[in-house]
Structures are given as C-alpha cells and as structure tokens.
C-alpha cells in the first residue's frame, strides 16, 4: 500500500523540520509553494518533499489543494492532506493501514484544532482529510471539502481510532482573507447551508452582529440544514449577537431554542448560564450547568467547543453557589474547576478563599 502525504504552504519554514519529522512514515510527500519569500522551498527539498511553485491567483484554497493533488504519483492508494502547521502523532501510518480496507474512500480521525493556553486539549473533534487517490475534487475558496466527482458512489469512510492528528499554528498569522472568501463562497454556492452557517459564525467573529443574525436566520430557514448540532449553533451565535446588542431576554430565549434543538449538546446550556451569571440569576446558573455536566459524552464534530468540557462549568457553579451562601458545595465545585485547570492562578485563589470562609467559625 502506497501512501503520499500532500499539503500547501507559504513563507512556513519554521514548520518544516517538525512537519516532515511527523509524515516521515507516508511513501511521498508532495508540496505546491504558492509564492514563498522566505526559505520553506529549498529546507523542504532538503528533508525529502517533492516541491513545485506555482502561485494562485486568484487565492482560492480549493484551487490550491487541487493543484497540490495533482502532483500525487497516480499509483499513490491513500492521500493524507495535512498543512505544516499540523503534526501526525508517530505511528499513524499502521493505524491507518489497519483500518483501511478495500475499496474505502476516506479515513476519519481525531484532530485537535486548538490547545489551551496550559498545553490541555483545547477544540478538538474528528477529520477526514485522508482519502483514496481517485474520484475526489476540493471545493469552495475557503473552508473548502472533499467532494465526490467520480463515477458511482464513494467508496465507505472508515474510522481510525488512535490516529491524531495536532494544530499548533502561528498565532500571528492573519484571517483576514476568510471572510471575502467565504462571502465568495455563499455566492457561488447559495444553497450550501454550511457555507452559509459559516459566514454567520464569521460575522460574529467580526463583531457584525446585525449581519450574523440576518445570515443565520438564513441558515436556519435553509430546507437543507437538518443537521441539529449545527442549527443549535447557529441559535446560539444569534443568541451572542442580539446580548452584544443589548437584547437580554431575547439572547435568553435563543439560547433556549438551541437546547430544546440539540439538548444533547453541553454548549448551549453553558452559554446560557455564562448569560445568567453576567446577569445574577444564580438559581439558573446552577440549574443549567448541572444540565451541561449531565451530558458525559464528548461529541466528535467540529460544533464541540473547548470551554464547556474544561473547568468552566464547575467555575460558575462554585461562584453561584458562594453567591447563594452554600460554601460547602462552592468548594466542591472550586476543586472540581482547579482539577481540570490545575495551572490557573484564579482558580487556585478561589479555592484558598473558599476554603478560609469554610474554616471559620
């Protein structure tokens, strides 16, 4: 079975010794440069890669994982895309053989997009940027995907449990070029309710709170867009955008709809303790985290957020129940917060507080 990593890349070459030391199991690796001024070419050749330069223009990240896809050997069986800011934990080759199997088209693995500031897991869910050779295109400018062009259907995804997948990005690097191309993105394609959802999300990013609520109530009336965990998320994005704007009660009723849609989800419920704790509703505080905390399955789509699963909960929950004079159970909590942000210096003060308050007589 051969196997070929293929990535693009601009001005990396910090990355390029981590990266090839991580796809150093693949068969090949191949790289399109699309306009390096800084030494990425030469030290990726000198570590092995396959390199061509061809500049995109105009910059679409479709155009450009194509154009890396075709310099693919054609007797390559499975294609790993991977960008050098991304590093395979080692042994990922025999795990992906084992699960491969005849006639597969994509391989589904876990991937961690972002850590958090302690080096813990931050957003993390599964991937399927591994595929076979023949029969798949990337599509959109932006948050582009694999889409089946071959005849017939896809061959069946398989999962490859114990395949990571790491993102450790420069954090100087810009977003800028996303949100013209994901504006790009929904034109071209109107009716892709992801893209759509997408633009709303970025939009909010952006601090456009009318735009985000416009485009994800756009979203939410797309015949298309069933899925449950994506339209809580885009209830809750409004939610966020009309508390930006002042309108409490109608971010609270938002946030509501998004659990009666996805109540398996622990963010929605989160959020909207995060709104009553900025508000002093405690009672509410405590109810709604403790429906977060119910939920013990960590879900592994991309919707899943880091907060709700780190300390967070446990966090408001300490605070509400000191607010409500219930010390013991605040402490409980508090330990519970430190736990799983040891290294946090507010949360080791708030349980040496707690713990004081405790002690008194």
């Keep these: 079975m051969k196997i070929a990593v293929y990535a693009i890349c601009k001005d990396e070459a910090p990355f390029v010794d981590r990266w090839m030391d991580s796809m150093s199991e693949a068969d090949e690796v191949v790289v399109l440069d699309t306009g390096s001024s800084d030494d990425t070419v030469r030290r990726l050749r000198e570590r092995g890669a396959r390199v061509e330069v061809e500049p995109i223009s105009p910059w679409r990240f479709d155009t450009a994982r194509n154009r890396s896809l075709e310099l693919v050997s054609e007797d390559a069986d499975i294609c790993v895309c991977t960008d050098l800011d991304e590093v395979l934990h080692p042994g990922w080759r025999k795990l992906l053989e084992a699960a491969w199997r005849p006639g597969a088209g994509q391989a589904v693995y876990r991937y961690t997009w972002s850590f958090n500031p302690d080096g813990s897991e931050g957003v993390v869910f599964w991937y399927e940027k591994v595929h076979a050779r023949r029969g798949y295109r990337w599509v959109h400018p932006v948050h582009e995907v694999l889409r089946w062009t071959g005849p017939g259907r896809p061959g069946p995804k398989v999962t490859v449990e114990g395949m990571q997948l790491d993102h450790l990005p420069d954090p100087a690097k810009s977003r800028a070029q996303y949100l013209p191309l994901l504006e790009l993105s929904v034109a071209e394609e109107p009716d892709d309710d992801r893209n759509v959802h997408y633009l709303g999300r970025e939009y909010m990013y952006r601090g456009r709170w009318d735009d985000c609520i416009r485009t994800l ?93 780190g300390s967070l909960p446990h966090d408001l929950r300490a605070i509400a129940f000191h607010r409500t004079g219930r010390l013991a159970e605040a402490l409980a909590e508090a330990r519970q917060a430190l736990a799983l942000e040891p290294g946090s210096r507010r949360l080791a003060d708030n349980v040496s507080l707690l713990e004081r308050l405790a002690a008194q007589p």
């Design 217 to 309: 109530e756009r979203h939410l009336a797309m015949p298309s867009a069933t899925w449950a965990d994506e339209r809580a998320a885009s209830m809750r994005y409004i939610a966020r955008s009309w508390a930006m704007k002042g309108r409490r009660q109608l971010a609270r009723d938002w946030y509501l709809r998004a659990i009666a849609q996805a109540p398996h989800l622990r963010e929605p419920y989160v959020d909207l303790a995060m709104l009553l704790y900025e508000d002093g509703c405690w009672d509410g505080v405590l109810y709604f985290t403790a429906c977060a905390l119910a939920i013990t399955t960590r879900p592994r789509s991309y919707i899943c957020e880091a907060a709700p699963w």
